[in-house]
């Protein structure tokens, strides 16, 4: 019997026992009973964390686009795969079923076959969230290519990086994009990237704004003109299970991007089977993403785990503020979405609106709601739950990261229950563990401590694309035979994992080990602050000292009213020893692209050094850090 769905306590438990106990036998079962395989493994896991050397199915064959479309554009070739939904409502949306998906796939695929790129090669993403950016990344899967898709909102410098530390040989783009009132010359911004890239590329760009652009000979081609000449069936790839399906990004505290490699076979079976369950995607059901595909949550879960569970998925454009706030709800409603997946920082800034935005606005349909990608503190987690779930959705806490390619900790719908502010619970086949500094594991109920996890599953990043050891030495070298994912967490009595934060957002004043999350939320506990961050900076006497920065709701006469409210609020939560030494109102926080705030930048400014801040450019709003550096305070 397949233990694909997991929907009652006793399954979780009785398939959480077998995926720790059996490894080999629980995931062989699985992987044989639920995808297409064009030949099995020899081997289901074989691993050393001490090399960083991970491999699943090994010499297993398969094509993922097989899994994510063919299988179902034979099965249900009518239903609806993906429903595009345009920036602007008054345009009309798109809606492709499995069938149509196919042949858009195929296209595409034997579009990049007649620009050369071959099995291996890397191809560049650089698109607004429209449907050619799904049908492109299919297509890289389809022939073999490996996509490096990289955020749209990236500038030229950033892309230019990135091109040149995977040597694409391709960048596919579109002329402009719509955002919200805005539209961005997309094909600018590449122009000005190749420019400065050592790498030469061939452009395949992709009409949507319809601005004029520069053309340059024999390196610029319109897809259009392209997609003229090709036939609609293209046969996939067959691939190994460990060769890389793609490249994607992320920041590190230090130096250049790491690419973070995923290869085929593990990253399919994992982030499809975490979709199923986390989410409970049941036959008939709509389920939106609002994340871009340029980020890792677009990838596991707008296309592959979506796709290949047959389900039907969101691609949305736009932005939450456009027309106007109430526009998540409206799409909610238009096409009855029963699984919604966002993140604290959006559920922030649209709780912030007040709640005049969902008048004429149901939300009925829901069933699930979804946050990732950082804390989400009480607060707004109870927002979410009241105004949006109705009190009446599970909300599923996913905690995981780019290297991990899927969910690793979080609760399921009827399975385990939610707790604000908690991941919760390990996936199936997740070990996680914390440690003390010494690497000495942290037992007792209550612990705060550095989450590791210390058995491979399947989706694990492979290597960062060509640094392996760096690769070790980000992730494998902190404790033995772990992998160390740089966060801290707290475990509760039940075995309940509540994230604290990025372990290096660890501050220690006058000998205390003080977290910047906890705090944080204990300020944004405060009825008119939207938002804070905190970090250290040094203090003659206590080592280092709390600065804060901090934005409210609304413009306030009495700003040393707010600060001694802030002060009293911590002493009262935490302690006197967490108080902050300065605070800061801004109009602001500079944030990332996938909103996580710049604490690297915030404790420059902190600590009076503004002379070499880094790159700012890739951040989301890079004009408030001048208005702090303006206002720092003596
Ligand atoms: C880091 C990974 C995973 C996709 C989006 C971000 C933080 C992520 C949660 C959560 C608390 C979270 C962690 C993690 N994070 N999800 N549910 N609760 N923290 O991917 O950019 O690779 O960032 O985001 O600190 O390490 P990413």
Redesign the pocket.
Known sequence: MSSYQIDTPKKYDDSYKKSVNCPETFWDELASQNFIWNKKWSKVIDWDFKKAKVSWFKDAKLNITTNCIDRHAKNTPDKTAIIFEPNDPSEKNKLFTYSELLKEVCKMANVLKSMDVKKGDRVCIYLPMIPELAFSVLACARIGAIHSVVFAGFSSQALATRIDDCKSSLIITSDGSYRGKKILNLKAIVDDALDICETQQKVLLIKRTNELVNLVDKRDFFLEDLIANVDDSCEAEIMDAEDPLFILY?SGSTGKPKGMVHTCGGYMVYTSYTFKNIFQYEEDDVYWCTADIG???GHSYILYGPLSNGASTIMFEGVPSYPDFSRFWQIIDKYKVNQFYTAPTAIRALAKQGIGFFKNCSLKSLKVLG??????NEEAWQWYNLHVGKDSCPIV???????TGGILISSIPKVIPDKPTF?TKPFIGVQPILLDDEGEELNKPNSVGKLCIKYPWPSIARTIWGNHQRYIDTYFSAFKNMYF???GAFKDKEGNFR?T??VDDVIIVSGHNLGTAPIEDAINEHESIVESAIVGFPHEIKGNALYGFITLKYNLENINHIKTEINSLISEKIGPIAKLDKIQITTGLPKTR?G?IMRRILRKIASNQTEDLGDISTLLNPDVVQEIIDNYQI
């Open positions: 992320t980020w890792i949550t946050t990732v990608g950082e804390p989400i806490d996913t905690w995981w990261q780019t290297e991941a994912t740089g966060d994230i934060g990025r996938s996580k």
